[in-house]
């Protein structure tokens, strides 16, 4: 499996832009697509965004459409996750996982194998 490291929390203002990354380990994410889950407290783990193997599909909550954007770097073997416009609403954390799926399966955090420890995202009113 591959090994997933997240990075790039933090304490933001709302208004303010954070940017996540997931830095892959052991096997290329050329072979995956990569996802962000958050869980905010007292909530379950959600869907945020995921990226398909060659980045040429993005998938996003309502939750975050127009404010997130998904990307990925094969090169680098990393994800990156950056958010605009954050609210409070948003503060969670943020994990990245990976799964071999490329369907409708990637919107169900079962179906992912790989994941990451989780960063902090606190975004204060």
């Known amino acids: 499996q591959v090994q997933l490291v997240e990075s790039g929390g933090g304490l933001v203002q709302a208004g303010g832009s954070l940017r996540l990354s997931c830095a892959a380990s052991?096997?290329?994410?050329?072979?995956?697509?990569t996802a962000w889950f958050r869980r905010a407290p007292g909530k379950e783990r959600e869907f945020v965004a995921a990226?398909?193997?060659?980045?040429?599909?993005?998938y996003y909550a309502d939750s975050v459409k127009g404010r997130f954007t998904i990307s990925k770097d094969n090169a680098k073997n990393t994800v990156h996750l950056q958010m605009n416009s954050l609210k409070p609403e948003d503060t969670a954390v943020y994990y990245c996982?990976?799964?071999?799926?490329?369907?409708?399966?990637?919107?169900?955090?079962?179906?992912?194998?790989?994941w990451g420890q989780g960063t902090q995202v606190t975004v204060s009113s």
């Open positions: 996982a990976a799964t071999y799926y490329d369907n409708t399966s990637i919107y169900t955090k079962s179906n992912y194998a790989s």
């Open positions: 052991g096997r290329t994410l050329r072979t995956y697509t």
């Open positions: 990226i398909n193997w060659s980045g040429t599909n993005t």
